[in-house]
């Protein structure tokens, strides 16, 4: 396993976990300014021991970041901590290791860098995204799985939300206009302002269906009832995250 780098201080490495939820599998992040003594990893990845020595022997390991909850992002943290003594930082603290929780709004100073933590829930109520920024460089955003590089996230249960879900579109599309993004799953995002406004337009096109779905089946109908007609045409290895964003676009129409 090797680095990938993006910019001269952005760089990924890529688990060996690929599968319908995760695509090819989940980038951890490794940040470093050039020159700097440490550096900063985001999202361990899953509990790979081959993963987690190649984070380790990336360099002095000062902080690691994690964007939201899901296991493919932070089961690896307790054995990145345990190689390297890096405290582990996560909106929900039942994700933090000797670190305190992730504040949206909050700047961190590390690795050279800034770093500044966006709120952005929707895919889960806990996701953040981050704005990294070294000295001469253009930022680069870190996504999680807000946006990712190829398709669209789910809405996941139990706290996914589309309210919050358009809402953290926003914030995204007014830092990211022209701008590199670094998604948790598939390739890197070369215009996140972009790549936001086709999210936002999926995700209307979908609500749309619902709408009419209920308009078909009657205002009670159920979840799986309107999966069924909204997605008759996906792959059945994604219907379970389908059935998911159906519940919250559910949820936001009966709101």
């Known amino acids: ?5 993006l910019t001269p201080s952005v760089s990924v490495l890529r688990a060996g976990n690929p599968g319908p939820m ?4 989940t980038r951890s992040v490794v940040l470093r300014a050039p020159g700097a003594a440490s550096c900063v990893v985001v999202d361990p990845g899953p509990d790979d ?3 987690l020595d190649a984070l380790a022997d990336a360099g002095r390991v000062a902080l690691v970041l994690v964007t939201h909850r899901h296991a493919d992002h932070t089961a690896g943290s307790p054995g990145l901590r345990d190689r ?10 039942a994700h933090c290791h000797g670190g305190d929780p992730l504040a949206g709004g ?20 806990d996701s953040v995204s981050f704005v990294v920024t070294a000295p001469g ?10 946006v ?14 589309l309210a919050d879900y358009l809402a953290s579109l926003d914030v ?3 830092v990211g206009d022209g701008r590199l993004a670094v998604p948790a799953h598939g390739p890197e995002v070369e215009d996140l302002g972009t790549a936001v406004r086709a999210y936002r337009e999926h995700r209307l096109v979908r609500l749309a269906q619902v709408r009419s779905a209920l308009d078909v089946l009657g205002r009670d109908a159920d979840v799986d009832t309107v999966t069924a007609h909204v997605y008759a045409d996906v792959d059945p290895s994604v219907v379970r995250a389908a059935r998911q964003s159906v519940a919250a676009q559910l949820a936001y129409l009966r709101r």
């Open 49 to 51: 021991a081959a993963h």
């Open 1 to 5: 396993m090797t680095l990938r780098r």
């Open 172 to 174: 995204l599309e007014a």
């Open 148 to 161: 990712l590089g190829r398709g669209t996230t789910v809405l996941a249960e139990p706290d996914g939300s």
């Open 22 to 25: 995760t695509l090819d599998g």
């Open 106 to 125: 909050e700047t961190i100073a590390a690795a050279g860098l800034r770093i500044d933590v966006l709120a952005t829930p929707g895919h889960t109520a």
């Open 137 to 146: 460089e253009d930022p680069v955003v870190l996504t999680g799985d807000t």
């Open 84 to 93: 390297t003594g890096a405290p582990v930082r996560a909106a929900d603290p």
